[in-house]
Protein backbone atom coordinates (compact mmCIF):
# COMPACT_ATOMS: atom_id res chain seq x y z
CA UNK A 1 0.00 0.00 0.00
CA UNK A 2 1.81 3.07 -1.04
CA UNK A 3 1.41 6.46 0.74
CA UNK A 4 -1.25 8.81 -0.38
CA UNK A 5 -1.29 12.38 -1.24
CA UNK A 6 -3.22 13.61 1.42
CA UNK A 7 -4.57 12.88 4.72
CA UNK A 8 -7.60 14.09 6.81
CA UNK A 9 -6.41 15.54 10.62
CA UNK A 10 -8.62 15.08 13.55
CA UNK A 11 -10.02 17.88 15.88
CA UNK A 12 -10.01 16.15 19.40
CA UNK A 13 -12.09 17.59 22.06
CA UNK A 14 -10.77 17.92 25.22
CA UNK A 15 -11.66 18.11 29.05
CA UNK A 16 -10.66 21.47 30.13
CA UNK A 17 -9.44 21.17 34.04
CA UNK A 18 -11.41 24.30 34.27
CA UNK A 19 -13.87 24.48 31.34
CA UNK A 20 -14.28 28.44 29.88
CA UNK A 21 -17.96 29.24 30.26
CA UNK A 22 -19.08 32.63 29.01
CA UNK A 23 -22.03 34.72 28.55
CA UNK A 24 -22.54 36.70 24.88
CA UNK A 25 -23.01 40.69 25.94
CA UNK A 26 -26.62 40.60 24.67
CA UNK A 27 -27.73 37.25 25.66
CA UNK A 28 -30.72 38.16 28.34
CA UNK A 29 -31.12 35.02 29.17
CA UNK A 30 -27.86 34.13 31.18
CA UNK A 31 -27.43 31.18 30.00
CA UNK A 32 -23.76 30.49 29.99
CA UNK A 33 -22.17 28.98 27.24
CA UNK A 34 -19.02 26.96 27.01
CA UNK A 35 -15.83 27.36 24.52
CA UNK A 36 -15.17 23.70 23.53
CA UNK A 37 -11.57 23.04 24.19
CA UNK A 38 -10.00 21.67 20.61
CA UNK A 39 -6.51 20.40 19.17
CA UNK A 40 -5.66 19.43 15.80
CA UNK A 41 -4.19 15.76 16.34
CA UNK A 42 -3.00 13.22 14.22
CA UNK A 43 -1.04 9.60 14.72
CA UNK A 44 2.97 10.20 14.01
CA UNK A 45 4.80 6.91 13.68
CA UNK A 46 8.58 7.17 14.45
CA UNK A 47 10.77 5.70 11.56
CA UNK A 48 13.83 3.69 12.08
CA UNK A 49 16.60 4.26 9.47
CA UNK A 50 19.23 2.39 11.05
CA UNK A 51 17.21 -1.26 12.49
CA UNK A 52 14.01 -1.24 10.31
CA UNK A 53 12.28 -1.32 13.21
CA UNK A 54 9.11 0.93 13.32
CA UNK A 55 7.40 2.25 16.39
CA UNK A 56 3.23 2.08 16.79
CA UNK A 57 1.97 5.30 15.89
CA UNK A 58 1.21 7.70 18.32
CA UNK A 59 -1.21 10.65 19.04
CA UNK A 60 0.43 13.74 18.61
CA UNK A 61 -0.73 17.20 18.32
CA UNK A 62 -0.39 19.74 15.53
CA UNK A 63 0.60 23.17 16.93
CA UNK A 64 1.88 25.74 14.75
CA UNK A 65 2.45 28.41 17.21
CA UNK A 66 5.48 26.10 18.40
CA UNK A 67 8.22 27.06 16.05
CA UNK A 68 9.47 23.68 15.57
CA UNK A 69 8.75 20.09 17.23
CA UNK A 70 9.17 19.39 20.34
CA UNK A 71 9.51 16.05 22.34
CA UNK A 72 8.74 15.90 26.29
CA UNK A 73 11.87 14.56 28.25
CA UNK A 74 10.95 11.17 29.06
CA UNK A 75 9.20 10.88 25.60
CA UNK A 76 12.20 11.32 23.36
CA UNK A 77 14.38 8.96 25.96
CA UNK A 78 12.68 6.11 25.23
CA UNK A 79 12.26 6.29 21.69
CA UNK A 80 16.33 7.80 21.40
CA UNK A 81 16.56 4.24 23.45
CA UNK A 82 14.77 2.63 20.96
CA UNK A 83 17.49 3.80 18.16
CA UNK A 84 14.97 6.58 16.75
CA UNK A 85 16.86 9.78 17.44
CA UNK A 86 20.10 11.70 15.82
CA UNK A 87 21.15 13.81 17.73
CA UNK A 88 22.28 17.47 16.83
CA UNK A 89 25.15 18.96 19.03
CA UNK A 90 24.31 22.96 19.77
CA UNK A 91 27.16 24.96 19.77
CA UNK A 92 26.09 27.39 22.87
CA UNK A 93 23.24 26.00 25.69
CA UNK A 94 19.73 26.81 24.69
CA UNK A 95 16.58 27.47 27.29
CA UNK A 96 12.97 27.10 26.39
CA UNK A 97 10.04 28.33 28.71
CA UNK A 98 6.96 25.80 28.58
CA UNK A 99 3.72 25.68 30.70
CA UNK A 100 5.85 28.13 33.60
CA UNK A 101 8.66 25.76 33.69
CA UNK A 102 12.34 26.47 32.14
CA UNK A 103 14.21 23.76 30.21
CA UNK A 104 17.41 23.26 28.56
CA UNK A 105 16.81 21.42 25.36
CA UNK A 106 18.81 19.18 22.91
CA UNK A 107 18.63 18.95 19.07
CA UNK A 108 17.71 15.70 17.52
CA UNK A 109 16.52 14.42 14.60
CA UNK A 110 13.33 11.94 13.97
CA UNK A 111 11.90 10.73 10.65
CA UNK A 112 8.21 10.78 11.55
CA UNK A 113 5.52 9.15 9.02
CA UNK A 114 1.94 10.86 9.73
CA UNK A 115 -1.39 8.10 9.36
CA UNK A 116 -4.75 8.57 8.89
CA UNK A 117 -6.40 5.65 10.34
CA UNK A 118 -9.64 4.71 8.44
CA UNK A 119 -12.43 1.46 9.26
CA UNK A 120 -10.50 -0.97 7.34
CA UNK A 121 -7.65 1.08 5.94
CA UNK A 122 -4.38 3.16 6.36
CA UNK A 123 -3.41 6.01 4.83
CA UNK A 124 0.17 7.67 5.49
CA UNK A 125 1.85 10.71 3.80
CA UNK A 126 5.91 9.81 2.87
CA UNK A 127 8.11 9.71 5.88
CA UNK A 128 9.58 12.91 6.25
CA UNK A 129 12.78 14.24 8.72
CA UNK A 130 11.75 16.71 11.92
CA UNK A 131 14.27 18.31 13.99
CA UNK A 132 13.22 18.87 17.12
CA UNK A 133 13.55 20.42 20.56
CA UNK A 134 14.58 17.48 22.98
CA UNK A 135 13.30 19.07 26.59
CA UNK A 136 15.93 18.41 29.28
CA UNK A 137 13.55 19.17 32.29
CA UNK A 138 11.03 16.06 32.83
CA UNK A 139 8.58 18.89 34.69
CA UNK A 140 8.16 20.72 31.46
CA UNK A 141 4.52 19.08 30.00
CA UNK A 142 3.01 19.92 27.06
CA UNK A 143 -0.09 19.58 25.17
CA UNK A 144 0.73 16.30 24.13
CA UNK A 145 4.33 14.22 24.61
CA UNK A 146 4.79 15.26 20.65
CA UNK A 147 3.93 18.57 19.54
CA UNK A 148 5.06 19.21 15.67
CA UNK A 149 5.63 22.44 14.97
CA UNK A 150 5.71 25.15 12.61
CA UNK A 151 9.19 24.80 10.95
CA UNK A 152 11.88 22.06 9.80
CA UNK A 153 9.10 19.20 10.27
CA UNK A 154 6.12 17.46 8.89
CA UNK A 155 4.53 21.02 7.52
CA UNK A 156 7.19 21.10 5.27
CA UNK A 157 6.64 21.13 1.84
CA UNK A 158 2.88 19.89 2.58
CA UNK A 159 -0.44 22.04 2.38
CA UNK A 160 -2.44 22.44 5.23
CA UNK A 161 -5.81 23.15 4.64
CA UNK A 162 -8.96 24.00 6.81
CA UNK A 163 -12.30 23.33 4.96
CA UNK A 164 -15.24 24.55 6.05
CA UNK A 165 -17.93 22.76 6.09
CA UNK A 166 -22.10 22.99 7.73
CA UNK A 167 -21.57 21.92 11.10
CA UNK A 168 -23.38 18.87 11.81
CA UNK A 169 -26.24 19.81 14.33
CA UNK A 170 -26.93 16.50 16.21
CA UNK A 171 -25.70 15.89 19.50
CA UNK A 172 -21.69 14.85 19.48
CA UNK A 173 -21.80 11.31 20.30
CA UNK A 174 -19.95 10.22 23.45
CA UNK A 175 -17.55 8.11 21.34
CA UNK A 176 -16.49 10.53 19.20
CA UNK A 177 -14.61 12.85 21.48
CA UNK A 178 -11.43 12.06 19.11
CA UNK A 179 -12.79 13.04 15.97
CA UNK A 180 -15.38 15.74 16.26
CA UNK A 181 -14.54 18.24 13.07
CA UNK A 182 -17.91 17.50 11.53
CA UNK A 183 -19.88 19.15 14.87
CA UNK A 184 -17.98 22.30 14.79
CA UNK A 185 -17.68 22.61 10.95
CA UNK A 186 -14.42 21.99 9.81
CA UNK A 187 -11.95 19.67 8.37
CA UNK A 188 -8.28 19.41 8.29
CA UNK A 189 -6.02 18.13 6.02
CA UNK A 190 -2.40 17.70 5.28
CA UNK A 191 -1.25 17.42 1.84
CA UNK A 192 1.86 16.77 -0.19
CA UNK A 193 2.24 19.84 -2.18
CA UNK B 1 -10.30 54.00 -20.77
CA UNK B 2 -10.58 50.41 -22.33
CA UNK B 3 -12.04 50.49 -26.26
CA UNK B 4 -14.66 48.44 -26.86
CA UNK B 5 -13.99 45.25 -27.72
CA UNK B 6 -16.91 42.95 -28.72
CA UNK B 7 -20.95 43.71 -29.55
CA UNK B 8 -22.22 40.37 -28.52
CA UNK B 9 -24.58 40.03 -26.40
CA UNK B 10 -23.58 38.19 -22.45
CA UNK B 11 -24.42 34.49 -22.10
CA UNK B 12 -26.17 34.22 -19.19
CA UNK B 13 -25.10 31.25 -17.09
CA UNK B 14 -27.92 28.97 -16.90
CA UNK B 15 -30.88 30.24 -15.66
CA UNK B 16 -34.68 29.79 -16.04
CA UNK B 17 -35.76 31.44 -19.12
CA UNK B 18 -38.58 33.48 -17.25
CA UNK B 19 -36.38 34.81 -14.46
CA UNK B 20 -33.34 35.25 -16.95
CA UNK B 21 -35.07 38.51 -18.73
CA UNK B 22 -34.13 41.15 -16.32
CA UNK B 23 -30.71 39.20 -15.20
CA UNK B 24 -29.99 39.78 -18.81
CA UNK B 25 -30.77 42.97 -19.13
CA UNK B 26 -28.65 44.04 -15.92
CA UNK B 27 -25.81 41.40 -17.60
CA UNK B 28 -26.07 43.49 -20.70
CA UNK B 29 -24.69 46.91 -18.65
CA UNK B 30 -21.40 45.30 -17.50
CA UNK B 31 -18.01 45.53 -19.36
CA UNK B 32 -16.27 42.11 -19.75
CA UNK B 33 -14.21 41.91 -16.83
CA UNK B 34 -17.17 42.54 -14.44
CA UNK B 35 -19.13 39.92 -16.45
CA UNK B 36 -15.87 37.57 -15.82
CA UNK B 37 -16.06 37.75 -12.08
CA UNK B 38 -20.14 37.69 -12.19
CA UNK B 39 -20.07 34.29 -14.24
CA UNK B 40 -17.16 32.84 -11.64
CA UNK B 41 -19.00 33.79 -8.48
CA UNK B 42 -22.00 31.96 -10.51
CA UNK B 43 -19.45 28.84 -10.98
CA UNK B 44 -18.16 29.37 -7.66
CA UNK B 45 -21.78 28.86 -5.83
CA UNK B 46 -22.25 25.72 -7.83
CA UNK B 47 -19.03 24.18 -6.88
CA UNK B 48 -20.35 22.01 -3.86
CA UNK B 49 -22.94 20.56 -6.34
CA UNK B 50 -20.31 19.90 -8.97
CA UNK B 51 -17.98 17.91 -6.49
CA UNK B 52 -21.51 16.08 -5.40
CA UNK B 53 -21.68 15.19 -9.12
CA UNK B 54 -18.44 13.84 -8.89
CA UNK B 55 -19.00 11.92 -5.56
CA UNK B 56 -21.76 9.97 -7.00
CA UNK B 57 -19.63 9.45 -9.95
CA UNK B 58 -17.07 7.79 -8.23
CA UNK B 59 -19.34 5.50 -6.09
CA UNK B 60 -21.10 4.35 -9.24
CA UNK B 61 -18.07 3.53 -10.72
CA UNK B 62 -16.69 1.61 -7.26
CA UNK B 63 -19.55 -0.24 -7.09
CA UNK B 64 -21.46 0.91 -4.31
CA UNK B 65 -25.22 -0.31 -3.97
CA UNK B 66 -27.67 2.87 -4.23
CA UNK B 67 -25.94 4.98 -7.20
CA UNK B 68 -27.20 4.53 -10.40
CA UNK B 69 -25.83 5.33 -13.81
CA UNK B 70 -27.83 8.51 -14.03
CA UNK B 71 -24.60 10.35 -12.25
CA UNK B 72 -23.60 9.96 -15.82
CA UNK B 73 -25.99 12.45 -17.53
CA UNK B 74 -24.69 14.93 -14.81
CA UNK B 75 -27.57 14.77 -12.72
CA UNK B 76 -27.79 14.55 -9.11
CA UNK B 77 -28.49 11.42 -8.28
CA UNK B 78 -30.54 11.98 -5.20
CA UNK B 79 -34.23 13.32 -6.29
CA UNK B 80 -35.45 15.08 -3.93
CA UNK B 81 -31.96 16.77 -2.41
CA UNK B 82 -32.97 20.31 -4.25
CA UNK B 83 -35.44 20.88 -6.48
CA UNK B 84 -34.45 22.88 -9.64
CA UNK B 85 -37.31 25.32 -9.05
CA UNK B 86 -35.73 25.77 -5.25
CA UNK B 87 -32.31 25.93 -6.80
CA UNK B 88 -32.85 28.23 -9.65
CA UNK B 89 -35.09 30.63 -7.22
CA UNK B 90 -31.31 30.69 -4.56
CA UNK B 91 -29.58 31.60 -7.52
CA UNK B 92 -31.28 33.68 -9.33
CA UNK B 93 -31.33 36.03 -5.76
CA UNK B 94 -28.08 35.70 -5.67
CA UNK B 95 -26.90 36.85 -8.74
CA UNK B 96 -29.50 39.53 -9.09
CA UNK B 97 -27.45 41.12 -6.08
CA UNK B 98 -24.41 40.41 -7.78
CA UNK B 99 -25.17 42.14 -10.72
CA UNK B 100 -26.48 45.13 -9.18
CA UNK B 101 -23.59 45.63 -7.17
CA UNK B 102 -21.21 45.24 -10.29
CA UNK B 103 -23.33 47.42 -11.95
CA UNK B 104 -23.12 49.79 -8.75
CA UNK B 105 -19.16 50.16 -8.77
CA UNK B 106 -19.25 51.52 -12.07
CA UNK B 107 -16.62 49.80 -13.90
CA UNK B 108 -16.98 50.23 -17.34
CA UNK B 109 -19.83 50.47 -20.04
CA UNK B 110 -20.87 47.08 -21.97
CA UNK B 111 -18.85 46.07 -24.65
CA UNK B 112 -15.88 47.62 -22.62
CA UNK B 113 -13.22 45.36 -21.64
CA UNK B 114 -13.78 47.63 -17.43
CA UNK B 115 -11.95 47.83 -14.46
CA UNK B 116 -10.30 44.66 -13.39
CA UNK B 117 -12.37 43.13 -10.48
CA UNK B 118 -11.97 39.67 -8.30
CA UNK B 119 -14.63 37.72 -8.39
CA UNK B 120 -14.19 37.83 -4.08
CA UNK B 121 -13.82 41.18 -4.45
CA UNK B 122 -15.12 42.50 -0.25
CA UNK B 123 -17.49 45.19 -2.19
CA UNK B 124 -19.60 42.35 -3.89
CA UNK B 125 -20.42 40.93 -0.44
CA UNK B 126 -20.85 37.18 0.29
CA UNK B 127 -21.49 34.52 -2.31
CA UNK B 128 -25.24 33.88 -0.83
CA UNK B 129 -26.09 37.47 0.29
CA UNK B 130 -29.14 35.78 2.53
CA UNK B 131 -26.65 33.62 3.88
CA UNK B 132 -26.16 30.08 2.45
CA UNK B 133 -28.58 28.68 0.25
CA UNK B 134 -30.48 25.72 1.70
CA UNK B 135 -30.60 23.83 -1.09
CA UNK B 136 -27.13 24.01 -0.91
CA UNK B 137 -26.32 23.17 2.40
CA UNK B 138 -28.14 20.32 2.28
CA UNK B 139 -26.12 19.50 -0.72
CA UNK B 140 -22.76 20.18 0.87
CA UNK B 141 -23.85 17.88 3.49
CA UNK B 142 -24.66 14.97 0.97
CA UNK B 143 -20.81 15.96 -0.42
CA UNK B 144 -20.02 15.09 3.33
CA UNK B 145 -21.83 11.75 3.64
CA UNK B 146 -20.20 10.84 0.52
CA UNK B 147 -16.99 12.01 1.56
CA UNK B 148 -16.84 9.65 4.78
CA UNK B 149 -18.54 6.81 2.66
CA UNK B 150 -15.69 6.99 0.14
CA UNK B 151 -12.80 7.51 2.71
CA UNK B 152 -14.15 4.30 4.18
CA UNK B 153 -14.30 2.07 1.15
CA UNK B 154 -10.90 -0.54 0.90
CA UNK B 155 -9.76 -1.08 -1.79
CA UNK B 156 -10.54 -4.69 -2.95
CA UNK B 157 -7.42 -4.95 -5.21
CA UNK B 158 -4.99 -3.88 -2.56
CA UNK B 159 -3.38 -6.83 0.31
CA UNK B 160 -4.37 -5.88 3.68
CA UNK B 161 -0.51 -4.86 4.43
CA UNK B 162 -1.27 -3.59 8.47
CA UNK B 163 1.46 -5.92 9.28
CA UNK B 164 4.28 -4.41 7.15
CA UNK B 165 3.86 -1.43 8.59
CA UNK B 166 4.34 -2.68 12.51
CA UNK B 167 3.76 -6.08 13.69
CA UNK B 168 1.80 -4.54 15.85
CA UNK B 169 -0.97 -2.59 14.25
CA UNK B 170 -4.19 -5.13 14.70
CA UNK B 171 -3.58 -3.92 18.57
CA UNK B 172 -3.14 -0.53 18.01
CA UNK B 173 -6.16 -0.42 15.77
CA UNK B 174 -8.24 -1.87 18.75
CA UNK B 175 -6.85 0.68 21.65
CA UNK B 176 -8.21 3.57 19.04
CA UNK B 177 -11.23 2.05 18.75
CA UNK B 178 -11.21 1.74 23.11
CA UNK B 179 -10.29 5.55 23.24
CA UNK B 180 -12.46 6.58 20.71
CA UNK B 181 -15.49 4.41 22.96
CA UNK B 182 -14.45 6.32 26.18
CA UNK B 183 -12.99 3.26 27.80
CA UNK B 184 -9.71 4.75 28.25
CA UNK B 185 -10.60 7.65 29.75
CA UNK B 186 -8.77 6.75 33.25
CA UNK B 187 -5.58 7.10 31.59
CA UNK B 188 -6.15 10.25 29.44
CA UNK B 189 -3.08 12.89 29.80
CA UNK B 190 -1.20 9.23 30.04
CA UNK B 191 1.01 6.61 28.00
CA UNK B 192 -0.49 3.28 28.52
CA UNK B 193 2.37 0.18 27.93
CA UNK B 194 -0.30 -2.22 26.29
CA UNK B 195 0.41 -6.17 25.30
CA UNK B 196 -2.56 -9.39 24.83
CA UNK B 197 -5.30 -7.14 26.25
CA UNK B 198 -3.63 -5.81 29.31
CA UNK B 199 -2.02 -2.65 30.78
CA UNK B 200 1.28 -3.44 31.98
CA UNK B 201 2.00 0.20 33.20
CA UNK B 202 0.89 3.56 32.59
CA UNK B 203 1.76 7.18 33.27
CA UNK B 204 2.89 10.28 31.59
CA UNK B 205 6.92 9.72 32.02
CA UNK B 206 7.48 7.27 29.34
CA UNK B 207 10.61 6.26 30.33
CA UNK B 208 10.13 5.00 33.59
CA UNK B 209 6.45 3.15 32.97
CA UNK B 210 8.43 1.52 30.01
CA UNK B 211 10.96 -0.01 32.26
CA UNK B 212 8.50 -0.91 34.63
CA UNK B 213 6.22 -2.92 32.23
CA UNK B 214 9.15 -4.48 30.52
CA UNK B 215 10.00 -5.88 33.80
CA UNK B 216 6.72 -7.23 34.83
CA UNK B 217 5.99 -8.39 30.77
CA UNK B 218 8.96 -10.36 31.16
CA UNK B 219 8.14 -11.71 34.68
CA UNK B 220 5.08 -13.51 32.59
CA UNK B 221 6.63 -14.65 29.72
CA UNK B 222 5.87 -11.86 27.36
CA UNK B 223 8.88 -10.07 25.07
CA UNK B 224 9.37 -6.33 25.57
CA UNK B 225 9.22 -6.20 21.96
CA UNK B 226 5.10 -6.88 21.75
CA UNK B 227 4.70 -4.55 24.39
CA UNK B 228 2.95 -1.23 23.00
CA UNK B 229 3.63 2.44 24.01
CA UNK B 230 -0.03 3.87 23.38
CA UNK B 231 -0.41 7.84 24.56
CA UNK B 232 -3.73 8.26 25.57
CA UNK B 233 -5.10 11.59 24.89
CA UNK B 234 -6.16 14.23 27.45
CA UNK B 235 -6.05 17.33 29.48
Given at each position: ???V????????????????????????????????L?????????????????????????????????????????????????????M????????????M????????????????????????????????????????????????????????????????????????????????????????? | ??????????E??????????E???????????????F???????R?????L???????????V???N???????????????????????????????????N????????????????????G????????????????A?????????????????????????????????????????????????????N???????????????????????????????????????
Amino acid sequence: MPPVSRIRLLIEERNAAVPCRYQEANDTTGNARLFPLLRLVTQAQFVSQTHGKNSVPLRALLDTGAWITAIETQTWQEYDREGFIEHHPLMNPQFAFIGGNSTMYRLGRVWLRLFDLLPGQINWLPTVPVICQLLENKECRLSAPILLGLHLGVLEGRRLTREPIPPLTTPIPLNRSSDVGAWYGQEWYLESA
Amino acid sequence: MSEPVTTESPELPGFDCNASAELQELLNQLPLRAIAAFKLRCEKRREPLQRLKQLQLEMFAVGVTGYNSSAMNGKPATPGLLTVADRARDEEIAASSDLKNLLNLKLGKSGELGEPIRWNDPRLGSLWPDGTSECYAKVERARQELEDKLKQLSNPNEPNEDAELHPQIGEWRKLEEMFTEGKLNEYRGEFIIWANGEVFGHGRKLLSVRLQAEKMAEARGISPDQLINYFVSGE
